[in-house]
């Protein structure tokens, strides 16, 4: 197995000693949220298949090492025979056999980079499990998050069916009384049936992704549903100079790369089709040695010869039909192919880290400003409770204010969920996902 090299944000300097990306990760101030991805870790589909993924190329590893061993092959025949031209003749018993050994010699180091083809496409195969953690965990925080967020606009739409209900009991009463209009009930009932509307929706929002997330989980619904925490806590949230800090670990982030790392060695793995390619045509010499027994007909009777031999074998393919010349182009079509494959991607993942970089700040101040809301709505509707519990205020302003502050907790919740996804971005693109790199780590061992 291989190691992937984990880097930690405790870098000499100023402020960058102050920034750790992994204790700012969502599992670390939500409960739940580190159950469920130790869960996923081990339980998701995904996982399974890599593991059985990885069983395959260590299977085509050992066939890739095989060619440079030692050969032992063996044949036995036994048989009933009987010399029908002869009138004396009885029925007999015959057993043949041959043992033979062969070891490969000199191949012009073809059967060396055949091995090292078969570990260089173990270790992609190991690296795509690395970048299939990543990616779990990532999805796992960003469903778990939208979870959180759905269920606080679930939890609003009821209030605000709730209170549609209440005004439309109260105009029905009215209406009965005479003082209100038949129009004004509809009116309402109109109101009170949409809101009922939007909150079935809703519920019916938050089921589905409690559902898919469990599904990609690989647990029961209802293991989720029991642990669900009541929303996303407040943080402390990165300055803009704590963010600028880490351009300095980009160049890092992209070599240490599962992705990119992955795709350098299947230059390497092309690489060595092009040499494997060059040496088809050369003479190949090959050990050989054995036993063998067979039939040798000798003046009208059959006997039994056995023979030991041992020597050095040639092949030499002279003319393929230029079958030779079209591997070869081919294989160094493929690398240089590779190659700008690799460079564009090495680009992409950099132009990633600059853009998650530049989201992580825009959503930083977009939550600052969220939580002085929300500090704000909070110290409102604690006025409005002592004034409506002084008779300053009616109980329909109450009403109005805590809708007022629901509304933008739901705001804030929306601004922390953006937040906490793009601060895991970054961390999973420079390689900080403490919680993936421990069952990296695991697994690298």
């Known amino acids: 197995m291989i190691a992937l090299t984990a880097f930690a944000l405790s870098a000499s300097g100023g402020v960058a000693n102050e920034v750790n990306l992994t204790d700012h990760l969502p599992e670390n101030a939500i409960m739940g949220l580190r159950e469920i991805l130790e869960a996923a870790m081990t339980e998701a589909e995904s996982i399974q298949l890599r593991d059985i993924t990885e069983q395959d190329y260590e299977g085509r590893q050992i066939v890739a090492k095989s060619p440079k061993n030692l050969s032992v092959q063996a044949r036995t025949t036994y048989r009933k025979e009987q010399d029908l031209e002869k009138d004396d003749s009885s029925t007999g018993d015959r057993l043949l056999y041959s043992l033979t050994l062969s070891k490969s010699l000199y191949h012009w180091g073809a059967l060396e980079a055949n091995r090292q083809k ?30 959180l967020v759905a269920k606080k606009e679930a939890e609003l739409s009821r209030k605000n069916w709730e209170r549609a209900l209440d005004r439309l009991k109260l105009e029905q009463d009215r209406l009965e009384s005479g003082a209100a209009s038949a129009i004004q ?68 982030g992209v070599n240490n790369s599962p992705s990119i790392r992955s795709q350098a060695k299947s230059i390497e793995s092309s690489e060595k089709d092009v040499h494997i390619s060059s040496q088809r045509r050369k003479p190949k010499i090959n050990l050989t040695a054995g036993i063998t027994q067979f039939e040798i007909d000798e003046i009208s009777r059959t006997r039994a010869e056995e023979i030991v031999y041992g020597g050095v074998s040639v092949n030499w393919n002279i003319f393929d039909g230029r079958a030779t010349k079209g591997n070869k182009l081919s294989a160094l079509a493929r690398v240089e192919l590779l190659r700008r494959q690799f460079e564009s991607a ?44 002084a008779g300053r205020a009616s109980p329909d302003d109450l009403e109005k204010v805590e809708l007022s502050f629901a509304s933008q907790d739901v705001r804030t919740q929306q601004a922390r969920s953006e937040y906490y996804n793009a601060l895991s971005s970054m961390a999973s693109l420079l390689g900080f996902d403490g919680f993936a790199q421990k069952f990296i780590e695991i697994r690298s061992q």
């Open 118 to 147: 078969g570990d260089l496409n173990l270790e992609i195969a190991e690296l795509t499990t690395f970048e299939t953690y990543r990616n779990l965990a990532l999805n796992i925080r960003s469903r778990y998050l939208a979870i």
């Open 185 to 252: 009930v509809y009116n309402l009932e109109v109101s009170a049936n949409s809101a009922e509307l939007d909150l079935l929706k809703k519920e019916n929002a938050l089921e589905d992704q409690i559902d898919v997330l469990a599904r990609l989980v690989g647990l029961p619904t209802e293991s989720i549903t029991s642990g669900l925490h009541s929303g996303i806590p407040e943080q402390a949230i990165l300055s803009r100079e704590e963010i600028a800090t880490l351009e300095q670990y980009f160049d890092e």
């Open 346 to 389: 090495k680009a992409t993942y950099q132009f990633n880290l600059e853009r998650s970089q530049r989201l992580l700040d825009l959503n930083s101040r977009i939550l600052e400003r969220e939580e002085k809301a929300l500090n704000q709505a909070s110290n409102y509707l604690r006025d409005t409770k002592s004034d409506f519990e």
